[in-house]
């Protein structure tokens, strides 16, 4: 039977080393290898799920697509067996994440000379960004450790500002507490009113997001009973995996040339990277994509790092930046990115603050609402269609991973000429006393005849 209830039997999952591949249970608590104090990753049995067939997952994934019930009615729970085979539906805390929209830009894409160019909106989903999708396995997979007798009082995370927002919403839906580590002054107002209303405890510290990881990580070493919720736990990447499996199902199981994401901390393109593997070995997906990592210059150890020969990485001080999101200096999932950069045939591009907002501001004028990060994608895709390494007629999707809204701040000041940048869509109101005739001259000046 191959209808959306399917479950597959003998589907199990468990941590395994990325350094030294010892393998250990998925219901244990551990961050890093005890061994080698390597990555962890969480791998699947995959045999287990070619007993389905390429075109029998297919159906299933897209009768669920379809589905109004529980757990289905989820973008990442309709790829349960790929996530989490184990768990059981009451454990699963959802808010609806996932399905999130693939937008064509045609005219885009022809001022490029590209075939194609998708925006996938991970942003539109219930915090604002894609964490709602790593967030939802995350804090289930809580739930059933609890379950499981394993104390856990409270879960914690350091954030830019979009992972406390998930962590708060969906633990409060859980009714799990949280205590969540921010940036003081780095974050934008939007983003730290959502942990406040969902009552998490919000530490407010005087350094920048790799001080707050730091604190982070020695405080849920030192008390076990404090859950770490960054995606150094690699709970996170497999929810934010199904990014991959969506795209392709939107496309109807085609993958574009290129998909360009934006990287902070790394962990969503090694999310990314391990989707696409996993379709391929199932026989879904019969290439890959290239794949581009897009960071701001002000926080590009990334960049420093590909140019380098991507054997190592030098973390850095992160300057301020738009994308307040990937100010970081210090990228927690670096060997986890440098095994998708390789596998992928990656590269790595950065933006400066100018290119970020006017590429943001430019997409904006074909109906978009781009915030900063999706901003420094959008101006890397540019950068490389100019450099001639995307190539004309090529496709390309953009992941966008917030939402606009939620930078406000940010946009009015480049509309309003407030930002230290040459803003080349800027686009100011107009002010004017309520007379026809004034107005009407306006509209003349503005709108020609
Ligand atoms: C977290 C975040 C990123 C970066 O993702 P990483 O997994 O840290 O690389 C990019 N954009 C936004 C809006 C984010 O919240
Ligand atoms: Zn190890």
Known sequence: MTDETTTISGARAHLECLECNRQYDLYQVLYRCPECDGLLMVEHKEDALHTLSATQWKNVFSARMASFDHPWSSGVWGKK????????????????EGRSPLVGLPRLAGELGLAQLWLKQCGITHTGSFKDLGMTVLVSHVRSLRARGIPIRAVACASTGDTSAALAAYAAAADIPTVVFLPAGKISLAQLVQPISNRSLVLSLDTDFDGCMAIVRAVTSADPALYLANSLNPLRIEGQKTVSIELAQQLNWKVPDWVVIPGGNLGNVSALGAGFRMLKNAGLIDRFPRICVAQSANANPLYESFRAGLNELTPMQARSTLASAIQIGN???????????????????????????????????????????????????????????????????????????????????YHAGQLPLRAEYRNEPVQLPADEQRVLQVLHERLGD
């Open 331 to 413: 990228p927690v999932s670096f060997p986890r990115a440098r095994r998708t950069l390789r596998e992928f045939d990656g590269v790595v591009e950065q933006a400066t603050e100018e290119e970020l907002a006017n590429a943001a501001a430019r997409a904006d004028l074909h109906g978009m609402f781009t915030d900063p990060h999706t901003g420094v994608a959008l101006a890397c895709l540019f950068k490389l269609v100019n450099s001639g390494v995307i190539r004309s007629r090529e496709s390309v999707a953009v992941v966008s991973t917030a939402h606009g809204l939620k930078f406000a701040d940010s946009k009015t000041a």
């Open 81 to 96: 067996e790929w996530v989490l085979p184990e768990i059981q539906d009451e454990h699963i805390v959802t808010l609806g």
